[in-house]
Structure formats: structure tokens, C-alpha cells
């Protein structure tokens, strides 16, 4: 019986991963990776040697079958995406999808994700919140922000640092100036920062200090 375990990597701070996961990383037959040259860099830093696969996101629908037949001929596998938790706005889900079809166990690995440290960062209330990871680009977002706008819960997005005085504006559009907001960045890393106000505020913050790095918006409820 083969076994996949998903395994959550650092998302700043390398010493942000479990010893269960430094031993599995240690222990299974190969890993699938989302870019083998940054996983690589951790398994380095940790003096860890495995066998790594690449398991790109533009390669996943192409590539399943081949490394489902790969774990199957396995005993222990491990499924990385280059930070946080596979899956979550990463390559994971059709593999995870398909290893429950075809019989093989699948053993999440609780760890590093940008959600909940943004999340519980932000001050605001969590009894419940929506996920929506990144918002399309172009075709589809002001429909997205529209059902937002009867959002009752808080909002949790991913965004870049290209669009986030966008997405600041967009806010205000739809949800109103008055929207409480924090803006969670680099988070786990040197120049970590929590950005909180009305949308207005923080644009007026990044017009003297222009967006860097990576990104997590937290909206408060709507109340
Ligand atoms: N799988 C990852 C996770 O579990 O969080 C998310 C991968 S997604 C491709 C990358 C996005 O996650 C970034 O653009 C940013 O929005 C968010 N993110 C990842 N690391 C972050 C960090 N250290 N600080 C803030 N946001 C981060």
C-alpha cells in the first residue's frame, strides 16, 4: 500500500517546518515538487538527499497518471509546493483527488500556510471567514467583488504586490470606504508588516512606500 504524504514547506523563515516533516522529507521514496530547483535549496539547507520530481502546475493535468503510477510503485511519497501548504493556491488538488480514485492514502501534514498567521494577525473577528485565494485577473473579478459585497464574513485573499493598490481601490468601490482592511506582508521573513485601516489609508501608506513582496488581505466583516 503506497502512502502520500502532503507536506507543507516554509513560507519565510526556514525554521518554519515540523520535525515530522524534515523526517518524511528524510525517509520516502522521492518527492513531487512544484519547482525542484527551490525544493532543493530547502532538502540543502536541512543536509537532506531525495530524489525530487517535478510536479509543475502548467504540467499537472498531463503529467497524473504517470506520478500516480509512480507512488503506486512506491511504498512512501511526499507531494512539496515551493511554500506554504500544496494545494492551497498550488499544484496538489488533482493529485490528491485522484490518489482517493485509485486507493492510495493520502496524510496531510498540518503547517506553514499565509492564511491563518494573516488571518490571526489582522485583529478581526474569525469565528468564520471565506478563502477566496486570488481573484481573476481580469475577466470574472468585478463579478467576484459584487458577490463579496454581500459578504457577511471575514475575507481572506491573495494578492501581488503589481495589484494591490488595485485591489485596495476595488475595495473601496465595492465594499465601501469605510472597510475595516490589513494588509499582511512578507510574512515569516525579515521585512514582515501588518498594514491595517480603510483601504484609503493603506493606499496612502504605499504611495510613499510602493508594494513589495508577498501578500495577504484580510477584510473585516461586513457589519
Ligand atoms: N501554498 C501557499 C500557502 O499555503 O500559503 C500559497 C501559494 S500562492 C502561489 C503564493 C501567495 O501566497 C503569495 O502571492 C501571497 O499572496 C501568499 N503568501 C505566500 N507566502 C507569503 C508570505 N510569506 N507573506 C505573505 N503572503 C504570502
Redesign the pocket.
Known sequence: MSTLYII?TP??NLEDITLRALRLLKEVDFILAEDTRTTKKLLNHYEIQNQLIANHIHNEHKALQGHIDRIKAARAVALV??????A???PGFLLVRECYLQGIDVVCLPG????IP?IVGSGFPLNSFVFEG?LPHKKGRQTKWKQLADEQRTIVL???PHRIVKCLKEIQEFLGEERQVCV??????LHEEFLRGTAGEIIAHFDKHPPK????VVIDANK
Open positions: 507543507p513560507i519565510g509546493s515551493d511554500a506554504g501548504t500544496p492551497i493556491s498550488d506553514a500556510t499565509a492564511i494573516a486570488f491573495y494578492e501581488s499582511a506582508r512578507e510574512l515569516s521573513k513582496g508577498e501578500i495577504v
